[in-house]
């Protein structure tokens, strides 16, 4: 099923050279927070380039629903008036984040300090994904939390009346539960200190000091130590959202596996706590080259083009990268089935709480279309095939999950005999315009009649 629908069953095939320019959406990431922190500001936020998928469009629901006025102003533009820091109201209704994880975890964080209480759920996946990560260092602040067994969604939140600024050490490498804690932070009286031990996105941390808090981030040799002083008065920001590294590595990917290849996808966030996958491509020996290097809105940009490769070759992946490229295993995991040699994945745990249990999800798939995959708990490895020797022909389930559709069809780009995937429909949460936009370089990706 599709997160709010019929499945689309969707196919592709081998196709000539993919070229010209991929222009992909908004920073997912970075959408989220842009809405979240405008209503948590006082006065007009105005934002560009917000990334229009289901999963942002359900944040953006969520803040009117918290009180905020959102104005879709078309093309990306929007505007949030906000309530400024604990000036949420309370919820008519049960919030629906629909397929996000992002989104429902931020906003636990941003409504745990302020005295209202709110129920949460999503789809399927979303219920299916542990939330005690997040609701555990909440409990500290004075947030209480009742769900369904396991810490699942539906869940209702309490919001602490008198909150206490809190010391936490997340216990995963995750910038959702950092950025949860974060949020709830900013209604808490005095200093909330978060500790990583490995760097996670630091988005939250960059646009908490663009808005105007007073936030200190400190190397040492336990993590990173995030030091935020509560109840600040958030001052309104004109945001111009990056295009998604997660989205660019798509076109990214087909393109250095579909022979004749070469494909600009331009303006691309290049922050280094997401580029990990680049630097990955490259050590495989991916014709891949930034170009127009910039900064823009404080973060890291450029032009990545992206060539055909003949000699892509398996690597180790260090698992001290894990978190700068999360998201991208799933497609880094078809490049490597086109690779010669073995790729090996180690430290990637998170990857069996995404939207689906990615290692799970995309070694089932890649086995059924001839590739073997070799996984553990918390490892995976990828026995490439070289480039032409995939027979494909299976059908992938996409487990609800956005990355593993768009992996699976890209896998089909190559592939001796088409490759389907059961649903296509949750594309939309982050990638709106995959279809019309890998078409459009020469890609061969149909929906088939359910
Ligand atoms: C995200 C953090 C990551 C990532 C997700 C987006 C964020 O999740 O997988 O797609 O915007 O903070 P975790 O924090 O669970 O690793």
């Known amino acids: 099923m599709s997160s709010h629908g019929s499945p689309i069953p969707m196919s592709s095939r081998a196709c000539g050279p993919l070229n010209g320019t991929a222009e992909v959406p908004g920073d997912k990431s970075i959408s989220h927070r842009s809405l979240i922190l405008g209503a948590m500001a006082v006065g007009e936020t105005t934002i560009t380039g917000l990334l229009e998928g289901q999963d942002v469009l359900d944040t953006a629901k969520a803040m009117r629903a918290f009180g905020a006025e959102v104005i879709d102003h078309g093309g990306g533009s929007y505007s949030v008036h906000g309530v400024g820091v604990g000036g949420f109201a309370e919820p008519d209704n049960v919030i629906d984040c629909g397929n996000s994880g992002t989104g429902v975890r931020l906003l636990m964080g941003a409504m745990a300090t302020s005295p209202i209480s709110v129920t949460f759920t999503g789809d399927a996946s979303l219920n ?265 022909g299976a059908t992938c389930q996409s487990h609800l999950d956005h990355r593993i559709a768009m992996s699976f069809l890209i896998l089909g780009m190559v592939t001796q005999k088409p490759v389907q995937v059961d649903d296509g429909g949750p594309i939309a949460t982050s990638f709106p315009i995959f279809e019309p936009l890998m078409s459009k370089l020469g890609a061969q990706v149909t929906r088939l009649s359910a």
Request: charged share 25%; proline share 8%.
């Open 128 to 392: 299916s994904r542990p939330m005690a990560r997040v609701t555990d260092p909440l409990a500290l602040f004075g947030t209480q939390a009742v769900g369904r067994a396991g810490g699942r969604l539906p869940m209702t939140l309490v919001g602490a009346a008198e909150p206490v600024p809190v010391r936490y050490e997340v216990p995963m490498p995750s910038a959702q539960v950092k950025s949860a804690v974060l949020l709830a932070g900013l209604n808490a009286p005095g200093k909330t200190v978060v500790i990583e031990a490995e760097a996670t996105r630091d988005h939250t941390e960059r646009m908490l000091a663009g808005f105007g808090a007073e936030i200190t981030v400190e190397d040492t040799d336990a993590g990173r130590v995030i030091t935020l002083t509560g109840q600040p008065e958030l001052k309104p920001q004109h945001i111009e959202v990056p295009r998604d590294p997660s989205s660019a590595a798509f076109p990214v990917c087909a393109a250095l596996i579909v022979p004749g290849s070469d494909v600009l996808v331009p303006g691309i966030g290049l922050n280094p706590t997401r580029a990990g996958l680049f630097t990955t491509l490259r050590e495989m020996g991916a014709d891949l080259t930034y170009e127009n290097e910039r900064l823009e809105g404080g973060e890291p940009v450029a032009d990545l083009r992206a060539r055909f490769s003949p000699d892509l070759h398996g690597i180790e992946v260090p698992p001290a990268r894990a978190a700068s490229m999360i998201d991208e295993y799933p497609v880094l995991s078809v490049v490597a089935a086109c690779a010669t040699g073995e790729t090996v994945m180690r430290g990637v745990k998170e990857l069996r709480v995404k939207e689906s249990d990615r290692i799970d999800a995309m070694a089932s798939g890649l086995r059924a279309n001839g590739v073997e995959v070799e996984d553990g708990p918390d490892w995976w490895i990828v026995q490439g095939r070289g480039h032409g020797n995939i027979a494909g």
